[in-house]
DNA sequence: TGAAATGTTGGGGCG
DNA sequence: ACGCCCCAACATTTC
């Protein structure tokens, strides 16, 4: 009853309520909390994350610390390599074992695999990533499921094991006082880590988290099943960054959500709403099975295929300059605010991998860098699905048609408007196409193709025959190969 | 968690 | 009254 815990924060779990780890140590006795900021953070290699993610990962720190004093405890936050800090403060300071959220990121796992080499004293991982452990669910014949919907049924099946989530503790001990805190920081400021801070980012912490989930619960998800598609409305939960950042519990999500007593006419919504956390849970399942995923496509038809390499192409996708407007509204959507909507995502993946044919891991990588809500697990498959070489994903002839997909689900052209506001004075008939305005109504919006507003980079019906028959062609050649 | 091409059907205009 | 054409509207298939 009086052993020492380390409580080590990795930066998917920063809340106190529904924290395994956190509730475990409180009830054996003295807990410390620790949040290492690793250079690894900062580093040019992947998974880098960006300043995006940094501000609302420095809010969050902010918060926890704050809401672990009002437990009578605090954070403490060390500078260095993760690998070398946790073995380090544990044999210094004497604890009995350290306890931490299990993580899905492969390169997390290796650090977690070499502390436990290193550490004297047991670390233990609990769940609270997912809402059920990894490899819990598999197919009668034992393997992961490749399928989504044979891996929802399973789920249902299954689903009253994700049980309720915890109060955080009521109350903590304080920090040991002979434990030497020296080499211990302040949460760094954003000026001092050379980020400015970015008025666009929702904030993030815990109760930024709560208030989120809730205006989501009371106002939101009732539509979810039409709304969520909209691009012009605020019609998703807008919770992907703290279920990335941990500041709210999938399970504390899933209960609620689980607990909403819905009109007849939501209960598709929810169960729609539902489903998107069940893929998350895929997501997370099939990268903890395959950790290989981060380097290669999951279809062996699609290694070695032949993406075309085109700096101008590649830039004018990054920048929002490819002459699609939804394309163009989804690029400055991610560098502005760090989060794009999930259907705008799926247009711009599907535009960059088959239209221009760019490699899906460049997309993906910057994608990770720019995102708030960074998640190795569903970017990878979202990115894999969207090439069509992933694990269940659409079939590589499935191309979205951006102007379509704006029609449909901008109708009004308003998302465009908000994002690519050079072509805002367009009516809503040709706003996703401005290329095919008439004269007159151009001048009238003061769209000057080429000049305001960049030329189509790529005819579509052109730019879909070509991908099309590349892929045919090396998808046939590599099964051919694998027969012979 | 597509889109485009192609096929089918059925109502209405018209000779 | 009838066949013919046109063409939505919907269904199926192909990429």
Redesign the pocket.
């Not at 610390?65 to 009002?70: G, S």
């Not at 669910?137 to 299954?158: I, Q």
């Not at 094991?161 to 503790?169: C, D, F, I, M, T």
């Given at each position: 009853m009086t052993a020492r815990t380390l409580v080590w924060y990795r930066g998917n779990d920063l809340r106190v309520s529904d924290h395994r780890p956190l509730s475990d140590a409180a009830q054996s006795g003295s807990v410390v909390p620790v949040f290492v900021l690793d250079p690894h953070f900062f580093a040019v290699k992947p998974p880098r994350r960006g300043a995006h993610r940094m501000q609302f990962l420095i809010e969050s720190l902010v918060e926890l610390n704050q809401n672990l004093a009002r437990l009578g405890s605090k954070l403490i936050v060390v500078s260095g390599k993760t690998v070398e800090v946790i073995p380090r403060l544990a044999r210094q300071w004497n604890v009995d074992r350290v306890v931490a959220q299990r993580v899905t990121e492969p390169l997390a796992r290796e650090w977690e695999e070499r502390i436990a080499r290193l550490l004297s004293v047991p670390l233990i991982l609990l769940e609270g990533e997912t809402l059920l452990p990894p490899r819990t669910l598999r197919t009668g014949a034992g393997t992961p499921y490749l399928v989504?919907?044979p891996f929802a049924r399973a789920f249902a099946k299954v689903a009253d094991e994700v049980g309720s989530p915890l109060l955080a503790p009521r109350k903590l001990p304080p920090l040991p006082s002979a434990l030497s805190v020296s080499e211990t920081l302040a949460i760094p400021s954003l000026a001092e880590l050379g980020i400015s801070a970015n008025r666009h980012l929702h904030s993030g912490g815990e109760t930024a988290a709560k208030r989120r989930l809730q205006s989501f619960l009371r106002t939101t998800l009732a539509d979810y099943a039409e709304g969520?598609?909209r691009m012009d409305l605020p019609g998703t939960s807008r919770l992907s960054a703290d279920l990335s950042l941990g500041t709210i519990s999938v399970r504390t999500v899933w209960d609620a959500v689980c607990r909403c007593r819905a009109a007849p006419r939501a209960v598709r919504s929810l169960d729609a709403f539902r489903?998107?956390l069940i893929?998350r849970e895929f997501a997370h399942s099939t990268l903890w099975d395959r950790p290989e995923l981060l380097e290669a496509p999951f279809r062996k038809d699609f290694l070695d295929f032949p993406w075309r390499k085109d700096d101008g192409d590649w830039d004018a996708w990054v920048q929002g300059t490819t002459g699609y407007p939804v394309v163009d509204a989804a690029a400055r959507q991610l560098l502005t605010e760090g989060w794009v909507h999930?259907?705008a995502r799926?247009?711009a993946a599907?535009f960059l991998t088959k239209h221009l044919m760019i490699d899906f891991r460049l997309g993906e990588k910057h994608y990770l860098e720019q995102l708030v809500d960074a998640d190795c697990a569903s970017n990878n498959m979202g990115w894999q699905?969207?090439a069509g070489c992933g694990c269940?994903a659409?079939?590589y002839?499935?191309?979205?048609?951006?102007?379509?997909?704006g029609e449909?689900f901008d109708p009004d052209g308003q998302y465009v408007r908000r994002w690519v506001p050079e072509l805002a004075k367009l009516p809503a008939k040709y706003i996703h196409r401005p290329a095919a305005a008439p004269g007159a109504v151009r001048l009238a919006a003061s769209v000057v193709m080429g000049k305001t507003y960049p030329e189509p980079r790529v005819d579509?019906?052109a730019a879909?025959?070509r991908f099309?028959?590349i892929a045919?062609s090396h998808i046939n050649k590599a099964r051919a190969n694998a027969d012979s």
């Amino acid at each position: 009853m009086t052993a020492r815990t380390l409580v080590w924060y990795r930066g998917n779990d920063l809340r106190v309520s529904d924290h395994r780890p956190l509730s475990d140590a409180a009830q054996s006795g003295s807990v410390v909390p620790v949040f290492v900021l690793d250079p690894h953070f900062f580093a040019v290699k992947p998974p880098r994350r960006g300043a995006h993610r940094m501000q609302f990962l420095i809010e969050s720190l902010v918060e926890l610390n704050q809401n672990l004093a009002r437990l009578g405890s605090k954070l403490i936050v060390v500078s260095g390599k993760t690998v070398e800090v946790i073995p380090r403060l544990a044999r210094q300071w004497n604890v009995d074992r350290v306890v931490a959220q299990r993580v899905t990121e492969p390169l997390a796992r290796e650090w977690e695999e070499r502390i436990a080499r290193l550490l004297s004293v047991p670390l233990i991982l609990l769940e609270g990533e997912t809402l059920l452990p990894p490899r819990t669910l598999r197919t009668g014949a034992g393997t992961p499921y490749l399928v989504f919907t044979p891996f929802a049924r399973a789920f249902a099946k299954v689903a009253d094991e994700v049980g309720s989530p915890l109060l955080a503790p009521r109350k903590l001990p304080p920090l040991p006082s002979a434990l030497s805190v020296s080499e211990t920081l302040a949460i760094p400021s954003l000026a001092e880590l050379g980020i400015s801070a970015n008025r666009h980012l929702h904030s993030g912490g815990e109760t930024a988290a709560k208030r989120r989930l809730q205006s989501f619960l009371r106002t939101t998800l009732a539509d979810y099943a039409e709304g969520r598609d909209r691009m012009d409305l605020p019609g998703t939960s807008r919770l992907s960054a703290d279920l990335s950042l941990g500041t709210i519990s999938v399970r504390t999500v899933w209960d609620a959500v689980c607990r909403c007593r819905a009109a007849p006419r939501a209960v598709r919504s929810l169960d729609a709403f539902r489903n998107e956390l069940i893929w998350r849970e895929f997501a997370h399942s099939t990268l903890w099975d395959r950790p290989e995923l981060l380097e290669a496509p999951f279809r062996k038809d699609f290694l070695d295929f032949p993406w075309r390499k085109d700096d101008g192409d590649w830039d004018a996708w990054v920048q929002g300059t490819t002459g699609y407007p939804v394309v163009d509204a989804a690029a400055r959507q991610l560098l502005t605010e760090g989060w794009v909507h999930n259907r705008a995502r799926m247009v711009a993946a599907s535009f960059l991998t088959k239209h221009l044919m760019i490699d899906f891991r460049l997309g993906e990588k910057h994608y990770l860098e720019q995102l708030v809500d960074a998640d190795c697990a569903s970017n990878n498959m979202g990115w894999q699905w969207s090439a069509g070489c992933g694990c269940d994903a659409q079939p590589y002839f499935r191309i979205f048609n951006p102007l379509v997909q704006g029609e449909r689900f901008d109708p009004d052209g308003q998302y465009v408007r908000r994002w690519v506001p050079e072509l805002a004075k367009l009516p809503a008939k040709y706003i996703h196409r401005p290329a095919a305005a008439p004269g007159a109504v151009r001048l009238a919006a003061s769209v000057v193709m080429g000049k305001t507003y960049p030329e189509p980079r790529v005819d579509h019906v052109a730019a879909r025959s070509r991908f099309l028959q590349i892929a045919e062609s090396h998808i046939n050649k590599a099964r051919a190969n694998a027969d012979s």
